[in-house]
């Protein structure tokens, strides 16, 4: 999922307003008075809430009988148990989705259309289950678990819509010949979603796989896999034919890894950590078939003098208040002007100790993250580095009860410095001074990485002018919103393949070409 500048700030906002952004008249209405209630219902008895694999149109416990137990980073309360998948498990559900996809790749695009929009009016009835269950396994505050439940109904509405407009082309090869291109889907596509967005990012990647013809085996993380494996018990109660999207939880080792290396599976679609990529890509590579790899960011906010500073600030405060930074796509490297650096700055700072945890961002999600972002904070004091606001967990109050980290600045980081150059995946914001345009694009060019960038300038030609300059497969200029209509994917180590928008359908379908001689 990516934020752009004005969709973090509304997503920032509608977690203090406890409201979900932009969803009245737009996508469907979600409760935001059923997610609060659904977040604070006391736990249903553990033997309720085991979650098992959805394969085939029904629950199925995993083939060796294991389990494990998750829990809530906002509470650190056990949460439920989640089925245990292996080698085994994948193979029911690919051999399922194999015989499963022929005979909803035949059908028209019209009915596939009618059935995902019968999924998102599932989604959307469901909104307060899905909610607790998000909340269960991610701690989010209310505003933030509306607004990701919103786009994720969007997906499916999205793409019900856009399919009954893709088609091929004729080709014009002279008066005895008619030649033309269809689209066709892959086959099974092995689906492999992070534990920072849940829902949302399944449904990103489900939505289109479906409208173009595929079947789906997901995967999604041990961590947060509750709310995908509803969604698939929905889009089957929903009317999605049985074998189309199955869901088998578990490790990336004991599933992911089978699952990509399965020789039905004709396409990989992963989100997640640029290690975990490259050996997917190794596992692809070895057999020929095709990846869309969405992986991390370093993303920076490049801001001149002639800039709106406030709203710039905001922005770049919202940046790392949305979901406590843990978004891919996050603009984490703030690149301001030298002359007005530290008014910038200095407002961002003043946003940020405004906010409170629990109320307008939740914890870090995984206890490996919350590690490794305490640990950022370590070797950056043991660097001499000095926050100008957070750098440490809460010892105290409201926060002290769950993964929480305090929203983060450090001014003037070195350029080679790690905190510079790593992603933190944590709500981390670093800064560096530019003298002018040229110096702003080698800096926001100095990474591995290339998600998404942000810039914001009073020139409107030089904002469009270093937008197109900078390595980035997405790049707001002065806050344009970035929306599920609109591709995103990355440069560099960010990845490859596109989601969202028309490209994703392309990307999820093959090309053939079919030519016939009139002689």
């Not at 629950?59 to 989640?82: K, L, Q, W």
């Not at 650096?341 to 700072?349: F, K, L, N, P, W």
Request: charged share 20%.
């Amino acid at each position: 999922m990516v934020f752009g500048s004005a969709d973090a700030q509304e997503c920032a906002r509608a977690c203090a307003e406890h409201r979900p952004p932009g969803v009245e008249g737009k996508v469907v209405p979600v409760s935001v008075t059923d997610i609060q209630n659904a977040a604070r219902r006391p736990a249903v008895a553990a033997e309720t809430r085991r979650h098992d694999h959805w394969i085939n149109g029904r629950a199925v416990a995993p083939a060796e009988g294991a389990y494990f137990a998750t829990h809530n980073p906002a509470t650190r309360e056990p949460g439920d148990t989640i089925a245990a998948g292996t080698a085994a498990d994948v193979e029911l559900a690919v051999t399922t989705a194999a015989a499963a996809w022929p005979g909803w790749a035949a059908r028209p695009a019209r009915e596939r259309s009618d059935v995902l929009h019968a999924v998102a009016d599932a989604m959307a009835a469901a909104s307060d289950e899905l909610a607790e269950l998000e909340w269960a396994s991610t701690g989010k505050v209310p505003g933030q678990v509306a607004f990701e439940i919103a786009m994720s109904v969007d997906y499916f509405r999205y793409y019900a819509g856009v399919v009954r407009a893709l088609n091929g082309r004729t080709i014009d090869l002279g008066a005895g010949a008619h030649a033309y291109t269809r689209l066709e889907p892959y086959g099974v596509i092995g689906a492999i979603t992070p534990w920072n967005l849940p829902l949302n990012q399944a449904s990103r990647a489900l939505a289109p796989a479906l409208a173009v013809g595929n079947a789906i085996v997901a995967k999604p993380s041990e961590f947060t896999a509750t709310s995908t494996v509803l969604l698939a018990r929905l889009a089957t109660q929903a009317g999605l034919p049985d074998g189309l999207l199955n869901v088998v939880t578990g490790t990336g080792p004991e599933v992911g890894s089978p699952l990509a290396a399965h020789p039905l599976v004709r396409k990989v679609a992963f989100t997640g950590s640029v290690a975990t990529g490259r050996h997917l890509a190794q596992l692809a590579g070895d057999r020929l078939i095709p990846l869309t790899l969405e992986l991390g960011g370093k993303s920076p906010v490049v801001v001149f003098a002639d800039a709106d500073l406030d709203r710039a600030a905001a922005a770049a405060a919202a940046a790392i208040q949305t979901n406590s930074g843990q978004v891919c796509s996050a603009t984490t490297r703030l690149l301001v002007e030298g002359s007005v650096h530290d008014e910038v700055v200095a407002r961002i700072v003043e946003r940020l100790e405004r906010l409170r945890p629990g109320v307008d961002f939740g914890p870090i999600i995984t206890e490996a993250q919350f590690g490794k972002v305490l640990a950022a904070f370590a070797d950056a004091s043991r660097d001499g580095l000095t926050p100008l606001t957070g750098g440490a967990a809460y010892d105290d109050g409201p926060g002290a009860a769950g993964q929480y980290v305090r929203p983060t600045v450090y001014a003037d980081v070195p350029l080679t410095h790690p905190l510079a150059r790593e992603e933190v995946f944590g709500p981390v914001l670093v800064t560096r001074r530019f003298s002018d345009e040229q110096d702003a694009v080698a800096a926001a060019n100095d990474t591995d990485f290339g998600l998404v960038a942000s810039v914001w300038s009073g020139d409107v030609a030089r904002g469009l002018r270093v937008a197109e300059r900078i390595d980035a497969g997405q790049v707001a200029v002065n806050g344009g919103p970035l929306t599920n209509e609109t591709p995103f994917g990355g440069y560099k180590n960010s990845g490859f393949g596109r989601e969202k928008g028309l490209e994703a359908l392309h990307d999820y379908a093959q090309t053939k070409t079919v030519s016939l001689s009139l002689g």
